[in-house]
């Protein structure tokens, strides 16, 4: 099966995805469509066949995966299409699933595939139409040539704390070009995206209510990669510092457009309440996805120690007829479903926008990590010794499972995030 069968150009997937905005609900439901199983089982029948036999070998060398990424864009796993219509869908839920599948093969390679996401969620949420059609496609690349792009936030002195962002985009009328000086510290895909989005300050004294986002357009002199980052899991996954010296840009690469801009800041200077931060808004939307993510991880390594857990034998006997085995399986389990269940009521809230507050992002994302931390520790714990070793994929999964309390929001700032939902106190 192939999404991309039908000959939709990115102009009509985006199409698709504002129409499918406007749509009514449909009621939150645990029954999955014909059309969502399909998918699901296409993506895990990649993740089993293709993703998770490279898994080790990727894992191994640290680099991009790129014959796996050509291979999901040649069945049209990888592309601004298969992307869209996955978000298109109408209850929130086909992207969450796509995910999870796809990171139960292997998450370092599963980043690989969705890095690019983070960028495009960016460009989409923020840019105008035509930004839309020109910059989503070169995201990706062909299906012969695929691309990766990155979404740089991250600063060494601006992680959790958003506002502190140095980087400073300077408009220069004269030439219609901004120019953007900064370090921007682990970015996914950092330095090998052929299209960078860069959130920017463009008034210090503003804090992050001056930030925006700009796009980097290929190749643009000033935009390069710095230390790439040696990492603790998801080692298929490329991160590195990125480098912004004088680097120019069209007027036209500012997400949203001047106008807009100039709006929003006339508003902070009036003493107005502005309309939210660029890089906030597109964490907020892509958090239940990344919880999905985690799933897939926490699921994948339970399914194996279930397995093992009934092979070996221990005092003659499968270790699982113990209970301390079977009870600790049959947590993992619970808990896994119950990561899974926050992850889509928040999807579901986030496609339908009836009332979502935030928190119930910061919720799935918060208990998909941590379930994700736990459960691939467990796993580890049963498989004994073997599971301590690289030659069972439970210890790669476990250094994978880490990042999922860190990134997009650590678990503390989740935290934050909800404990100001539910008390309308400003906890610091
Ligand atoms: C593999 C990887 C990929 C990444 N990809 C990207 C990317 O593509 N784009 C991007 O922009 N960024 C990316 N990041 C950066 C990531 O988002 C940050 O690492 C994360 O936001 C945390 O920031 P920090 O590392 O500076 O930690 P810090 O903010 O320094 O936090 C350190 C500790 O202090 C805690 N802490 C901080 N403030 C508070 C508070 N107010 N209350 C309680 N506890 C607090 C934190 O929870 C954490 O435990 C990536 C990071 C990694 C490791």
């Not at 999870?100 to 390679?109: H, K, N, S, T, V």
């Not at 983070?118 to 990706?140: D, H, K, N, R, S």
Request: glycine share 10%; hydrophobic share 40%; charged share 25%.
């Amino acid at each position: 099966m192939s999404i991309t069968d039908d000959s939709t150009t990115a102009e009509e997937a985006a199409a698709a995805v504002t129409a499918g905005n406007e749509s009514d609900a449909p009621p939150f439901s645990l029954e999955l469509s014909q059309d969502q199983q399909d998918i699901r089982d296409w993506v895990h029948g990649f993740a089993e066949n293709v993703v998770r036999p490279a898994a080790a070998e990727w894992d191994e060398r640290e680099e991009t995966p790129w014959p796996v990424i050509q291979e999901a864009a040649k069945i049209g796993l990888y592309g601004f299409e298969s992307l869209a219509q996955f978000f298109a869908d109408p209850s929130g839920l086909q992207l969450p699933i796509v995910n999870e599948e796809l990171f139960w093969g292997d998450a370092g390679i599963g980043m690989s595939i969705m890095g690019t996401a983070l960028a495009v969620a960016a460009i989409f949420g923020q840019g105008t139409g035509e930004q839309v059609g020109e910059w989503i496609p070169q995201c990706f690349g062909s299906e012969e040539d695929p691309a990766v792009a990155s979404f740089c936030s991250s600063e060494p002195d601006a992680g959790s704390d958003v506002s502190a962002i140095r980087t400073t985009a300077r408009y220069d009328e004269a030439k219609d070009e901004w120019v953007i000086n900064g370090q921007k510290a682990w970015a996914t895909n950092g330095g090998i995206a052929k299209v960078h989005v860069v959130i920017a300050s463009v008034d210090r004294e503003l804090g992050s209510r001056a930030h925006a986002a700009f796009v980097i357009p290929p190749g643009t002199p000033g935009c390069e990669q710095g230390v790439k980052v040696k990492k603790h899991g998801i080692r298929a996954s490329h991160t590195a510092d990125v480098h912004l010296d004088d680097c120019r840009v069209p007027g036209s690469c500012l997400l949203g457009g001047k106008e807009k801009l100039d709006e929003r800041l006339a508003r902070v200077r009036e003493g107005k309440k502005s309309k939210g931060q660029a890089a906030m808004q597109t964490f907020e939307a892509s958090r239940p996805t990344v919880g999905a993510q985690a799933i897939g991880i926490a699921r994948a390594a339970y399914e194996y120690a279930l397995g093992y857990a009934k092979e070996r034998e221990q005092f003659g006997k499968k270790i699982i007829e113990n209970q301390a085995i079977a009870f600790t399986l049959a947590d993992m389990k619970m808990e896994i479903d119950a990561a899974r269940l926050l992850v889509w009521r928040a999807s579901w809230m986030g496609r339908n926008a009836h009332t979502f507050t935030n928190a119930e992002g910061s919720m799935s994302k918060l208990k998909a990590g941590e379930v994700a931390v736990w459960s691939t520790e467990r796993a580890m714990q049963i498989l004994g010794g073997n599971g301590y070793t690289r030659e069972f994929p439970v210890e790669r999964m476990a250094r994978d499972a880490k990042i999922y309390t860190v990134f997009e929001g650590t678990s503390e700032i989740q935290r934050i995030v909800i404990s100001r939902a539910i008390s309308g106190i400003h906890i610091r």
